[in-house]
């Protein structure tokens, strides 16, 4: 199985500053191509946030792009979202996604469970 471990939500005032993780892990893992967070806000579709490929290419969608930094560190299979100068509406729930070559050469996408980020006053 592949697990990935979510870290880091929390409530926070605007223009403050949160540090999400999400580790992944399971021994049928080969290769981790892509890692990422999306979210999804209250009667919202998920959308993605930011993503890194293996090749170190990162992809922000354009509301945080300034103020987002996705950073990995591929030794642990961690990624980490430093998000600053957070605004009320990036509150969502926060899922990290995975995109992993398996052992057996199959390649599948999984999901964290998520993680709530309010941003309120």
């Known amino acids: 199985q592949v697990q990935l471990v979510e870290s880091g939500g929390g409530l926070v005032q605007p223009g403050g500053s949160l540090r999400l993780s999400c580790a992944a892990s399971?021994?049928?893992?080969?290769?981790?191509?892509?890692m990422g967070w999306y979210r999804q806000a209250a009667g919202k579709q998920r959308e993605l946030v930011a993503s890194i490929t293996s090749g170190v290419r990162i992809e922000y969608t354009d509301s945080v792009k300034g103020r987002f930094t996705l950073s990995r560190d591929n030794a642990k299979n961690t990624v980490y979202l430093q998000m600053n100068s957070l605004k009320p509406e990036d509150t969502a729930v926060y899922y990290c996604n995975a995109q992993v070559t398996l052992v057996n050469g199959s390649k599948r996408g999984y999901w964290g469970q998520g993680t709530q980020v309010t941003v309120s006053s």
């Open positions: 399971g021994s049928i893992i080969r290769f981790i191509n892509a």
